[in-house]
């Protein structure tokens, strides 16, 4: 027998023990079992899965043909899922069985904080990381990768390589495509994200480049389109400044770039406004787009009516109608005078109700 075949034997020996682990795990129910248990079929599973990974990496390294090693590393992922499923069930039931434990051991000191807890919890909503591509939201997503899964001590390493894998999509997951699962390549991982997507000089690039390419509004009664524009300029700015890059090194290329991006009247608003004095500034612009958009937030909001503009709508539609049925029929053939007149009147009455509306203001 050779050499991989002996490797091989011996692994197999071990995958059948890791299975009967599983398995058991998996027939667990929903009542706690005793502590003693629980923890010494967690410490088995962890003892074979170290085993396990030995003797995978003595097979990967005898394997010569790339068919036969995709092949071998898919087996591997296999056992490695169901190993990683186990062990998260164990340490689920280990803290339902420890909460429980200290309840009963001091119901009128934990009780109470339990239930509200608990009572929490069923309220919030499931938190979400939204997965990475390789964007300038890099430092957002560490942010949230960091404080829900990388500081969290219940879960090893390998169990955070999966869902750092799982969180990203490409490009960025082909940074991290080709790593085997272990703790060494989850640190060497996250380094290699951190140097290629958390430069400082890359990020500061893209909210600069995002700024360059904003879309203009060219009608200051688009209310809703001045804000979106005032948001995405203000969350570009406050990027920029967080790298502590100040308005200062960059406002004389952003200050005309900023006013083409905004409707004529406001702009000839804004320089009869501002102070001669001094030199523009991206605040001063800032502060006046934003005093723009919150006052027609404001009028808009006392003066608008969904019931009135249905009604004009209607009509309006109603007489458009009815002046297109007229421009292409106005001389109808062989139609009795008494249509005809029907017609005119009709007319008439939609027109003054039309006008009566607007007298009202509607």
């Not at 502590?35 to 079929?41: G, I, V």
């Not at 400044?241 to 702009?267: C, I, M, W």
């Not at 503009?309 to 009795?336: D, G, L």
């Amino acid at each position: 027998m050779d050499k991989m075949s002996k490797v091989i034997e011996k692994r197999s020996s071990v995958r059948s023990s890791i299975t009967k682990l599983v398995k058991r795990v998996q027939a667990l129910g929903e009542e706690t079992e005793d502590l003693n248990s629980l923890s010494e079929l967690l410490e088995l599973i962890q003892t074979k899965e170290e085993i396990l990974k030995k003797y995978d990496s003595e097979v990967e390294d005898l394997i010569t043909d790339p068919e036969k090693f995709k092949v071998e590393l898919k087996g591997s992922e296999e056992y490695d899922d169901k190993i990683l499923s186990a062990k998260i069930k164990l340490k689920s039931k280990l803290k339902t069985f420890t909460e429980k434990t200290v309840q009963e051991s001091h119901p009128s000191l934990n009780k109470s904080n339990i239930s509200e807890n608990a009572a929490s919890a069923l309220k919030l909503p499931k938190l979400e990381i939204p997965p990475f591509s390789g964007d300038s939201n890099f430092m957002e997503f560490f942010g949230c990768f960091d404080s829900a899964i990388g500081s969290n001590d219940s879960l090893s390493k390998i169990e955070k390589f999966q869902y750092l894998k799982s969180l990203l999509s490409p490009p960025a997951y082909n940074v991290v495509a080709g790593f085997e699962l272990n703790e060494k390549n989850y640190d060497s991982c996250l380094e290699l994200l951190k140097q290629r997507y958390g430069r400082t000089d890359f990020i500061i690039n893209s909210y600069m480049s995002k700024l360059l390419n904003l879309e203009p509004v060219r009608n200051s009664s688009h209310v809703k389109s001045l804000r979106r524009l005032y948001d995405e300029i203000e969350v570009n700015i406050r990027n920029l400044r967080a790298l502590n890059v100040t308005e200062g090194s960059y406002g004389h290329l952003l200050n005309p770039l900023l006013l083409k991006l905004l409707p004529q009247d406001l702009v000839l608003d804004f320089h009869r406004k501002r102070s001669k004095d001094k030199n523009c500034e991206v605040s001063e612009i800032m502060t006046f787009l934003r005093y723009e958009v919150e006052s027609r937030e404001i009028c808009e909001s006392v003066t608008s009516n969904p019931k009135n503009s249905e009604t004009k709508r209607t009509f309006s539609q109603n007489c458009q109608n009815f002046q297109t049925y007229q421009r292409n029929y106005s001389k109808p053939k062989n139609v009795s005078t008494a249509a005809t007149l029907y017609t005119q009147v009709k007319s008439i009455c939609i027109l003054s109700r039309y006008r009566k509306l607007q007298s009202f203001g509607y």
